[in-house]
């Protein structure tokens, strides 16, 4: 789940406030390259145990891979390094996007977007922020138009994103103490990573997600079985808002607890070889 700390519309006491009213016990605060949110969360929410995690986007054949990591240590210095380099090519990036905007005739101020941000140290931006600020423009009337028409890969304010490697990805979770999953391989399509990345190390798969449906439970399921990785779920709750996110409700995507437990156990062997 996210927050305002980076793509999300719930702030993190808001996120809080909204699991425990839900009855959750146990839930990950997942932003996109930020853990900014995290300490926040645990102190509104003290009856809910809150995993620390991230979403970490990779680049992998100039496509986007999102890489979750759950258990991480959020104050190790070298996911601190990473991190703000992750956030400043997301900086260059917005501002690339707003231009060719501006060229298509949607213009749109993105510093209504970065300058926030570069008050809260730790916060990341993203396109969803960019398609909100086309519907607040008059633009487009959905978040969703907003992609399909500008921000979608192959259409014409699309700006490829720079960044690590999955397999790069997966060595500095490690290397912060956490476990490394796929995130939602069924809207990623990228299937032929994961052999070639659970030889590299990954943990996880992520088999229960708000935009599978049975069968690619089954079949994620089944590929994390065969490979000897373990599973992870989440509903990939963005905000309750309109255009994209409908699916992904909180609390409406449980992990079994039988693969916490199994998470748990990954976590303990990577923190133990850490040292």
């Known amino acids: 789940m996210h927050t305002t700390a980076s793509d999300g519309r719930s702030t993190p006491v808001d996120l809080a406030a909204r699991a425990i009213g839900l009855g959750l016990t146990t839930i990950s605060v997942t932003d996109h390259d930020t853990v900014a949110a995290i300490a926040e969360v645990r102190a509104?929410?003290?009856s809910v145990r809150v995993i620390s995690g991230i979403e970490i986007t990779a680049v992998a054949d100039g496509r986007d891979v999102h890489m979750l990591a759950y258990f991480i240590d959020e104050h190790s210095p070298a996911l601190a390094v990473f991190l703000e380099r992750q956030r400043a090519l997301r900086v260059d990036r917005v501002r690339e996007i707003a231009r060719?905007?501006?060229?298509?005739?949607?213009?749109i101020d993105a510093?209504?977007?970065l300058v926030p941000a570069a008050r809260h140290p730790g916060r990341s931006v993203g396109r969803p922020l960019l398609a909100r600020a086309l519907v607040d423009a008059g633009h487009?009337?959905?978040m969703q138009e907003a992609f399909d028409r500008y921000l979608a890969a192959g259409q014409p304010a699309f700006v490829p994103r720079s960044g690590r490697s999955p397999r790069a990805v997966i060595r500095l979770i490690h290397e912060s103490g956490g476990v490394a999953s796929f995130a939602h391989p069924g809207v990623t399509?990228?299937?032929d990573l994961l052999e070639p990345l659970a030889a590299e190390g990954l943990?996880?798969?992520e088999v229960f997600h708000s935009e599978h449906d049975r069968e690619a439970e089954a079949r994620y399921l089944a590929i994390a079985t065969r490979l000897g990785l373990g599973v992870t779920g989440g509903s990939d709750y963005h905000g309750e808002i309109e255009g994209g996110y409908g699916r992904?409700?909180?609390g409406g995507t449980v992990l079994p607890a039988r693969h916490l437990e199994d998470l748990e156990h990954r976590a303990s062997g990577r923190a133990a070889a850490r040292g």
């Open 44 to 46: 509104a929410a003290p």
């Open 100 to 107: 060719r905007l501006a060229a298509l005739g949607a213009p």
């Open 111 to 113: 510093d209504r977007i």
């Open 140 to 142: 487009v009337t959905t």
């Open 189 to 191: 399509r990228r299937d």
């Open 203 to 205: 943990d996880a798969i």
């Open 248 to 250: 992904r409700v909180l």
